[in-house]
């Protein structure tokens, strides 16, 4: 039987995945949503057969005839929503960040290690990313030797209305901060961010900012997080290792050369770069629910991110190296 799924939060993303869960995957159907804009929970509705509107969040995870849930609403309302559905014991995937700070993350993990069970999946899609999947698969197979140091950059060619500094500390960088540990298999042990020159597209928002990123086997990561990068979505990757360096390819396979020119496209925004890994993410998910058994990205990942976040932002304010200080891990996230 299709897994019914609700939807808390119908915004950008959560649109997106109410069609890739009714329109491009199998096994699940959205029976119902809410969002804190009713109209546009109504709106969203009324284009999925089936679907009915739910007053709150609350409400939706508490309905019968719902069996798991996809939190897609803002970060600072992750905590009572995830929790809430560990108690309720349905599964639950909730869109990064898992919680705005590591003290919110924590408590997650404490609920979820009193149910016993994993029942989270944290939105790091890029852990399903065909090119992010290959690398670490030339990193861990070891024909580059050990590595030694990454260079990465997030850049976006314009950051939303909304967007503040500290965004590109937790809703940017935190990207990277869960893709190089899943990557390197290792953590994260501080973090110092830099300030360049700013760019005057980026108003009173600092902008680019430079993290350098350490590792609890000494790899040195280098992140530029750029929001004003004018020309597209452009995300990289370098591994350098002590045989050879792997890095991710350019996004579009094509190139032309025409009228004196050689030109390939870049995607002009997430959706865009990262469409493929979102579907399989998805699938993942679905398929996890029907087995019975969560396995993705999980709350402790979730709570790791939050961690590297709040010593980031703690150094985005001091410009000082801020160590990353974990709690111990429990068993229920023993495997990998
Ligand atoms: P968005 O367009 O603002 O959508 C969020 C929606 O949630 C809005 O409709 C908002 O309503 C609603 N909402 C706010 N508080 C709520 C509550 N308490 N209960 C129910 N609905 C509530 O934002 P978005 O860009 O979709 O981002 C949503 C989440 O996804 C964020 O955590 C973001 O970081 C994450 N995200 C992840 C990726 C990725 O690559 N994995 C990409 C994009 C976004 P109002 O507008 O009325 O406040």
Redesign the pocket.
């Known amino acids: 039987m299709a897994v019914r799924v609700g939807v808390?939060?119908?915004?950008?993303?959560?649109?997106?995945h109410v069609r890739r869960l009714t329109h491009v995957l199998s096994g699940s159907r959205v029976v119902a949503v809410?969002?804190?804009?009713a109209a546009?929970?109504h709106e969203v509705a009324r284009r999925v057969p089936g679907a009915t509107v739910r007053a709150?969040?609350r409400d939706l995870i508490a309905a019968d005839d719902v069996d798991a849930v996809l939190?897609?609403?803002?970060?600072?309302?992750?905590e009572?929503?995830v929790v809430a559905c560990i108690e309720a014991g349905k599964p639950v995937f909730?869109?990064?960040?898992l919680a705005p700070s590591g003290d919110a993350a924590a408590r997650i993990v404490d609920a979820e290690v009193a149910a016993g069970r994993r029942l989270v999946q944290v939105?790091?899609?890029?852990r399903y990313d065909p090119a992010y999947v290959e690398l670490k698969g030339v990193v861990q197979e070891g024909s580059i030797g050990l590595p030694l140091l990454m260079h990465c950059a997030h850049r976006n060619a314009s950051p939303?209305p909304?967007y503040e500094a500290h965004m590109a500390v937790t809703?940017t960088a935190?990207?990277e901060f869960d893709m190089v540990r899943w990557l390197l298999e290792e953590e994260i042990t501080a973090v110092t961010v830099l300030r360049p020159r700013p760019s005057r597209h980026g108003g009173d928002v600092q902008d680019p900012l430079l993290l350098l990123l350490e590792t609890s086997n000494g790899v040195l990561v280098d992140l530029e997080t750029s929001v004003n990068i004018r020309y597209g979505y452009d995300i990289r990757c370098e591994v350098v290792g002590e045989d050879g360096t792997a890095e991710l390819g350019p996004v579009s396979p094509v190139v032309v050369r025409r009228d004196g020119a050689l030109t390939a496209p870049v995607p002009p925004d997430?959706?865009g770069r990262?469409e493929r890994a979102?579907d399989v993410e998805l699938q993942h998910w679905v398929d996890s629910v029907t087995a019975g058994e969560a396995i993705g990205p999980s709350t402790w990942d979730g709570y790791a991110a939050a961690v590297i976040a709040d010593a980031g932002l703690r150094s985005l304010g001091s410009r000082d190296r801020v160590p990353v200080e974990l709690r111990d891990k429990p068993d229920l996230y023993a495997k990998p």
């Open positions: 808390i939060g119908v915004g950008v993303i959560g649109q997106d809410t969002d804190a804009d546009r929970a709150t969040g939190v897609a609403s803002w970060g600072a309302t992750h009572e929503y909730c869109e990064k960040p939105g790091f899609m890029r939303p909304y809703e935190v990207h997430w959706q990262f979102y």
